[in-house]
């Protein structure tokens, strides 16, 4: 792995319990998911985060909440503080719990309130500021509740036909963002250049990138192609049985 991290930054990440084959999914084949696959596979993405140079966090499996280890989701980070979101899925409710209590020991943090709704997988930090998803499953409230504590400008995009908009935008670096075609006009992207997604890999867009490195799905091999083009060094991993949960990269931790 040619990736280095400079500085050493913590991850929460929470393994997946025994429930987890009870995702929520509209996976055409969320039905053939191993569990035992996928805790490999959580343990392969914890090391490649470890080799460069991420301290992790690690939560006890949550059998009683089968999308828990999709922590991403619970909270959105930004500074020295933190937003507990407010999930759109009842089933959902109840995975923040112990995240909020491990993130209390470092940052300030707060919670949606009724009637928002909002989830870590809507939104994308980019220099200076975040853009938010208007979606399936975070609202115009909640993007306002979180505005207001983290004390940053949010930008919107609007679809309320998708579950997250980091399955088709994610920040890069270097003013760089990864988006799918129907989203490059954007007037939010408008300042950022774009490496817009092979149209057979439109849901590839969900990346990590940690100092310079970017973190792709193995199937993408195309969009890493492209990510490699703009001078960026990759790592891609077999993420499989989280993509038959809806799942990708980002989703698994929570960067602080």
């Known amino acids: 792995m040619q990736c280095v991290s400079e500085m050493l930054k913590r991850a929460i990440v929470r393994p997946p319990g025994r429930e987890f084959k009870k995702c929520l999914s509209r996976h055409p084949f969320h039905h053939t998911l191993n569990l035992e696959l996928a805790l490999d ?19 006890t499996p949550d059998d009683e909440h089968p999308d ?111 988006v799918n075609e129907k989203y490059a006009g954007e007037p939010v992207l408008k300042p950022f250049t774009k490496i817009i997604l092979p149209a057979n890999e439109s849901h590839s867009a969900n990346t990590l990138t940690i100092e310079g490195c970017v973190i792709l799905s193995k199937r993408h091999n195309k969009t890493a192609q492209l990510v490699k083009e703009a001078g960026f060094d990759t790592v891609q991993l077999d993420m499989s049985e989280f993509e038959k949960c809806d799942g990708a990269l980002t989703c698994l931790s929570i960067m602080l």
């Open 41 to 59: 596979q959580h343990r392969r993405y914890c090391k490649t985060l470890q080799d460069l140079g991420i301290e992790l966090v690690e939560l």
């Open 68 to 178: 828990a280890c999709f922590v991403e989701d619970t909270v959105v980070v930004h500074g020295s503080r933190a937003i507990i979101g407010r999930m759109a899925k009842e089933s959902r409710r109840g995975e923040s719990t112990r995240v909020e209590e491990v993130l209390s020991e470092f940052l300030q943090v707060s919670s949606v309130t009724t009637p928002g709704t909002l989830e870590g997988g809507d939104v994308v930090h980019v220099p200076g500021q975040l853009i938010c998803g208007i979606t399936q499953r975070t609202n115009p409230e909640g993007a306002s509740q979180m505005e207001q504590w983290l004390e940053v400008p949010v930008r919107i995009i609007e679809d309320p036909r998708i579950m997250h908009i980091k399955s088709h935008v994610t920040y890069l670096d270097r003013n760089i963002v990864l």
